[in-house]
C-alpha cells in the first residue's frame, strides 16, 4: 500500500466543481493525505498547500514572461497549480508520501521557458524537477505525456538536458533526440494499441532510464467525446494508471507524480480522478 498525497486548490470552472465532495471515501483512508489552498470549507483534517515562492518561477521562466502570466489574470491559479506539483515532489522526497496526484487549474505542458498558451501558464513539472535538484541533489527525471496534444514547452525546457526522459505521445512526428521522444498517433487509436504504444515506448525506456520519479502529465482530452478525442475509452485512464503505477514500483520505488492536464467533460472529471487516486493510493 502506498501514501498517496492530493494537491488541490480552489479554482473557478466546470470540470473540477464536484471537487473535493467527489473525493469523499478516499480521504479518510489512513493513507490518503489532502493538501489544499483557498478552499472556502477546507475539511478539518487538511493540511496547507503553501504557495511557490517567485524564485522558484525564476528558475524556469523569464522575468518577461512571469509578468505576462501576472497580467493575464491566471497568475494566482496558475501558481497554486504549480505550487501543487512543487510540493508533492518535496513531501515525496522527504518520505511522508510515496505517490501524488495534482489537481490543476492551469496545465503545465505548453509552458516553455519564455512563453505559454492553450491554458497553460507555469510549467510545474519543470519547476518542481528544478526544485529537487537544487535542494537534495537530485538528478534523473521521467515525464510521460499522454494529453492529446503535444507538450511543446515540456520538450523546449528539457530539450538538451540527457538527464530527462520525456515521452510525448501525439499527433506530431515520430522522433527522438536527447532523450526526447516524440510518438506519432494514428488518427483514431483504440486502447490496446494506445497501451501497446506506452509499453514500448515508455515503460521500456523508463526501466533502463532508472529514473529517481515519474511526473505523468495525465490529460483526459484525448477521451471519446472530449475536445482532443483520439479514441480512447474512459475507463482505459484507469488502466493506464495502474500500468505506470507499475512502471514507478518498477523504476523508481513507486514514486509516480500524476499532474492534471487537458479535459474539460465534468462527468469524466468526477468518475476518473477518484478511480485514478484510489489506484494510486492501492
Ligand atoms: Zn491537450
Ligand atoms: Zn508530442
Redesign the pocket.
Given at each position: 500500500m502506498k501514501r498517496t498525497g492530493i494537491f488541490f486548490h480552489y479554482q473557478y470552472g466546470e470540470r473540477l466543481r464536484d471537487f473535493p465532495r467527489a473525493l469523499e471515501g478516499i480521504l479518510d483512508k489512513d493513507n490518503v493525505f489532502f493538501y489544499d489552498a483557498f478552499y472556502p470549507a477546507k475539511p478539518i483534517s487538511s493540511f496547507d498547500l503553501e504557495p511557490i515562492p517567485a524564485e522558484l518561477l525564476y528558475r524556469v521562466h523569464t522575468s518577461e514572461m512571469v509578468e505576462q502570466v501576472k497580467r493575464s489574470g491566471a497568475f494566482e491559479g496558475a501558481l497554486f497549480s504549480a505550487a501543487g506539483t512543487v510540493a508533492a515532489a518535496i513531501r515525496i522526497w522527504r518520505g511522508e508520501i510515496d505517490n501524488a496526484f495534482i489537481f490543476t487549474g492551469y496545465g503545465d505542458h505548453h509552458a516553455g521557458s519564455h512563453f505559454f498558451g492553450g491554458g497553460c501558464y507555469f510549467n510545474g513539472t519543470a519547476i518542481a524537477i528544478y526544485e529537487l535538484r537544487q535542494r537534495f541533489g537530485a538528478g534523473r527525471f521521467a515525464i510521460i505525456d499522454t494529453?492529446?496534444?503535444h507538450g511543446n514547452g515540456t520538450w523546449q525546457i528539457f530539450e538538451t538536458d540527457l538527464d530527462l526522459l520525456y515521452v510525448c505521445l501525439c499527433s506530431g512526428p515520430t522522433s527522438e533526440k536527447n532523450n526526447k521522444v516524440n510518438i506519432q498517433l494514428p488518427w483514431s487509436v483504440n486502447d490496446e494499441e494506445y497501451l501497446r504504444l506506452v509499453r514500448e515506448n515508455f515503460v521500456r525506456r523508463a526501466t533502463r532510464f532508472q529514473p529517481e520519479a515519474i511526473f505523468w502529465n495525465w490529460?483526459y482530452?484525448g477521451t471519446q467525446g472530449e475536445y482532443?478525442d483520439i479514441g480512447l475509452t474512459a475507463d482505459f485512464h484507469v488502466q493506464l494508471a495502474g500500468e505506470l503505477k507499475r512502471a514507478a514500483d518498477e523504476a523508481c520505488r513507486g514514486r509516480l507524480i500524476v499532474v492534471l492536464?487537458?479535459g474539460s467533460r465534468r462527468d469524466l472529471a468526477r468518475h476518473l480522478i477518484p478511480e485514478i487516486i484510489r489506484v494510486l493510493a492501492g
Open positions: 494529453d492529446a496534444h490529460g482530452d482532443g492536464c487537458g
